[in-house]
């Protein structure tokens, strides 16, 4: 056997030391790279960082002044539902609504909202009422007065047999301006006090609406049993729910809805009509809503079923010393007439934001508009 040359030799050293070296060349190149990315992420796991610490720098008061609460710097997204009711009259046209939810929720505000709304004569059955509890309407019950909610009840069972006689005999527009809406505190307690508190509702879910009698339910429970409603699934489909606080919460778990139960935590105006998201016009423009049109609503001794043309003839019947040179409407009449009730002693800013109800941006229309009942009425 030949061994090799030194020739040989050299030349196999020399191919080995080549291959040694392109292959260490290589080994730098995927170091140089493996490096370069990891650069990479950790750059945009820092800029990343960065946008979420500027976000909270930019809540931050300005200056660097000191605060005394500490931002919680959590990002979490919440997902908008979708289709979210905005006009909550629009959407209960065509049902009773009832109101569920805990104490200090708002359902009563949510309730005169509702009622001044519709309009009409307002009577409130009140068995816990306080003497400044529903100025201005009548009020049944005070001091669990359980036999005149009763004897109010059985009136109400006639008057809505006479409004849709009179619909039958002389059709829908014979009962235009005969409204009436009927507020009912903790509706559950009547059930087993008031004996014909079965038949009433009953009734008016059948027959309210046809006979523009709107009824508006309070109440701390959402139990069906409670409202005297268990295996009368029809009755039920007749009312609107409305849930608030942690009874609109409760209702969203059981329907699995996590994107919902989220969005009701973000503002107290956000809370279910049946099962979809609505979000309530907030306190301050309810409360204006009921400054504004509750001395429009018809005195509670009048009876607006049987002489409803008469009634709101006075109803809008003007002043006898107003000044009528300039043209004027029904809507500035009433307005006026508010004015003259409730305006006495206050402020012109006063009575543009607490009787006019024009807040905000829009204080200078109402400002515009006191200014022009006043040319119009002296």
Partial sequence: ???????????????????????????????????????????????????????VYDQLPYMGAAVQNIIDVSATTVEEPLDIITDIIAATEGKQVMVIGEMGTGKSTIAQYLAYTVGGRVKVYECEGTPTDWLGLEVVGKGEDWTAIERGM???????????????????????GTERVIIVEEYPELVTKVPSSGEWLERHARRGRKARRFTVLLSQYDRVAAWGLEGKSDLADAFYRIRLGKKAAAHAKSLKNNVLVEWLKLDRSHCLLDD???????????????????????????????????????????????DYEENCSDADRLLMRMIQRFGAEKSDSDIVTEILGFTGKRYSEGKTLLEKLRRLFG
């Fill in 1 to 55: 056997m030949r061994l090799p040359s030194p020739k040989e030799i050299a030349k196999y050293a020399l191919w080995g030391t080549g291959r040694v070296m392109l292959s260490g060349w290589l080994f730098g190149l995927y170091g140089v790279t493996v490096v370069c990315k990891v650069t990479i992420q950790i750059a945009e796991m820092t800029r990343q960082t960065t946008l979420q610490l500027l976000k």
């Fill in 154 to 176: 059985m009136a109400d069972l006639e008057d809505l047999s006479n409004q849709m006689k009179t619909r039958n005999e002389r059709g829908d527009s014979a009962l235009e």
């Fill in 276 to 322: 979809s998201p609505c979000k309530l016009p907030s306190y301050r423009e309810m409360k204006a809503a009921t400054s504004r049109h509750g001395s429009t609503m018809l005195p509670p001794g009048s009876d607006n079923a049987i002489h409803p043309q008469i009634e709101a003839e006075k109803a809008l019947k003007p002043a006898p010393e107003a």
